[in-house]
């Protein structure tokens, strides 16, 4: 049964430009690169339980990076992409070897700075970034294919975000994605069975600034053209509201999120005016009443209704008491 | 031109430790990293900017309007989040304050618009001569009410009851709770009292900047000034925003505005490398 849904799945994914217009496949596109960022933050913020405020930066370092490779180095598109994403993994190291050594929530501050300054790197240093006009980024081409299209660039993206979501579903379950949960829930009992703390937690971070970063390369050619107003705060905020949303500590939450807080938007257009004020509300009702996001909230239905159930994974939060770690 | 920098770097300094004083109070109090610490500041230069505009209340009264204004909606803030978020990780209470600054700061927005409004000095503006420096009565009076502030703040917390009891709290929740203080009262009370002393610091430093719903940038500023001065301690709020306001403004005067506005976000950066618990913070030492 599960094998022959997951195939009707793949083959519903595969055909799926037959059936939706340019703007529609233009959105879907739009999902596929927000699910990169938010597994990359599930990994960070709801298995190792570190806040990064400054996402968007990363996001804009690939994104800029990708195109600036591309333009000025004529490195192909296939090299350049990924290496937007070991760019910005490089540079998450800057940032999260002092911040992460330390208990505490350095991490959130150092990067809420780091996303204010990339921003402002991209504005002032005109000569390589074009400052606040912003950037054309043409379409990629592979021999004689060319992927202009909405739906021919669908499949690069596809591929792409099914190989990351294969990732990180396969590293939460592994040892090391164990570790990240353990330091999670208590990072006492963690340092003393022997876990390198600053290690993980800088793995885990250096992880989601390169799937950020990834994402970043994918998005220029999509929108074909970026500017640094794209990459600030809001957005960064945007991306863990994805990750609250759908449900912290879950890759399908992570999924949920993403494509829900993606697709809303362009349904809710009357709204643009008010939307930061109704995310924002939104957000806070979430983490209050639902933190397990929605994911959460349909699995413990579902508990519920299976009681003798065995529960196997339990990757979710337990709430911890102050002062007691 | 030193002196000169010193001088002028002070008056930052003094409205980064005033920031950095709010978000050290509610650390200390309930372990939440408030990153909404600079919308505070913006709200409280609306208040101002709107109670002026429509009463032309004395520079006095408006500066109490705003202080009891804010205070109330700090209370506000700890019932409607924090209350129903206190057995809530370290983490998703930083998010909530994160949900706090959008929602205040798109709210703004939607009231006031994208515009700078310029805020009537208070004080005159005009630089005067002392030896061999200039100095602005402006900027003088601005440092003298933060100084002012400061010291209400130290002595609230050294001689009154309720300070006491917060202090206590601060140390341990559980055995303060025990000794009949309500945990509860001194959570509301730090909320007050940090997002009190963010609203006046937006009537002092609306002057200078304008008012602008975007202006609760200089808080980020400010969180790097509490890095380096100690993330726990109150004194070093103040130590390390002085310094960090005295450094970026060296740094303008003799390398150039852009980095200027990079220098906060270098000395966190180093301070985390060299000193992690600050110039006076104290080292935390982990329990189980």
């Known amino acids: 049964m599960k094998r022959v849904l997951t195939i009707a799945f793949t083959v519903w994914l595969l055909v799926l430009p037959l059936f939706l217009g340019r703007y529609h496949m233009y959105v879907v596109n739009l999902v596929g690169i927000s699910i990169i960022l938010a597994l990359g933050l599930a990994v960070l913020t709801g298995f190792t339980g570190q806040i990064s405020l400054g996402h968007a930066a990363f996001f804009g370092i690939g994104a800029y990076a990708s195109a600036l490779l591309t333009s000025k180095l004529a490195i192909p598109f296939w090299l350049s992409f990924p290496l937007g994403g070991i760019l910005a993994a490089l540079i998450s190291l800057g940032i999260g070897l002092p911040a992460l050594r330390i208990r505490g929530h350095y991490l959130a501050l150092a990067t809420l700075g780091f996303g204010q300054i990339i921003q402002l790197i991209l504005i002032h240093w005109d000569s390589l970034t074009n400052g606040p006009r912003g950037l054309v980024v043409a379409r990629p081409t592979l021999g004689g294919l060319k992927f202009s299209s909405d739906s021919s660039y669908y499949y690069i993206i596809l591929i792409v975000s099914a190989f990351l979501t294969w990732f990180s579903w396969n590293l939460v379950r592994s040892r090391i994605g164990r570790t990240f949960i353990s330091i999670r829930d208590s990072s006492v009992a963690s340092a003393s069975l022997g876990i390198n703390l600053t290690r993980y937690k800088v793995v885990a971070f250096l992880l989601s600034s390169f799937f950020a970063g990834v994402a970043g390369g994918l998005y220029g050619p999509l929108v074909k053209f970026i500017d640094p107003l794209g990459f600030g705060l809001w957005q960064s905020a945007l991306y863990l509201m994805m990750i609250v949303v759908g449900g912290m500590a879950s890759i399908p939450g992570a999924i949920i999120g993403a494509v829900l807080l993606t697709v809303l938007p362009e349904i809710l257009r009357g709204f643009a005016e008010y939307r930061e004020l109704i995310y924002g509300i939104a957000l806070l009702l979430c983490l209050i009443f639902i933190p397990n996001g929605i994911y959460g909230l349909f699995r413990d239905i579902g508990r519920k209704m299976k009681p003798n159930a065995i529960v196997v994974e339990s990757p979710e939060r337990v709430p911890s008491e102050k002062g007691t770690v | ?288």
């Open chain 2, 1 to 288: 031109m030193f002196l000169q920098l010193i001088i002028s770097g002070l008056t930052v300094g003094f409205l980064y430790a005033l920031i950095g004083l709010g978000f050290v109070i509610i650390y200390k109090a309930t372990s939440i990293l408030n990153i909404a610490q600079g919308e505070m500041v913006m709200l409280g230069a609306f208040i101002g900017y709107t109670l002026n505009l429509y009463f032309k209340l004395p520079f006095p009264v408006l500066f109490l309007s705003v202080f009891v204004l804010t205070a109330l909606f700090g209370i506000l803030i700890d019932l409607i989040a924090f209350r129903p978020l206190k057995h809530a990780p370290e983490s998703t209470l930083i998010m909530a304050t994160l949900a706090i600054l959008i929602i205040i700061q798109s709210g703004a927005r939607l009231v006031w618009g994208d515009d700078v409004y310029p805020f009537p000095p208070v004080f005159n503006p005009m630089a005067k001569r002392v030896g061999r420096i200039f100095i602005t009565p402006q900027n003088v009076w601005l440092m003298v009410i933060a100084a002012g502030l400061m010291t209400a703040l130290f002595v609230f917390f050294q001689f009154t009851k309720m300070g006491k009891a917060m202090r206590a709290t601060q140390q341990r929740p559980e055995t303060a709770s025990l000794m009949g203080i309500s945990v509860k009262r001194v959570f509301s009370l730090s909320w007050a009292i940090s997002s009190a002393l963010g609203g006046v610091t937006g009537v002092l430093v609306a002057p200078l900047l304008g008012v602008s719903p975007s202006m609760g940038w200089i808080g980020i500023k400010a969180y790097a000034a509490v890095i380096l001065g100690g993330f726990n301690s109150l004194p070093g709020a103040v130590v390390g925003g002085l310094s960090l306001g005295i450094i970026e403004n060296l740094a303008g005067g003799y390398l150039s505005s852009a980095v200027k506005e990079i220098t906060g976000f270098f000395v966190l950066i180093l301070v985390l490398v060299i000193r992690p618990t600050g110039l006076l913070g104290r080292k935390v030492v982990n329990k189980v």
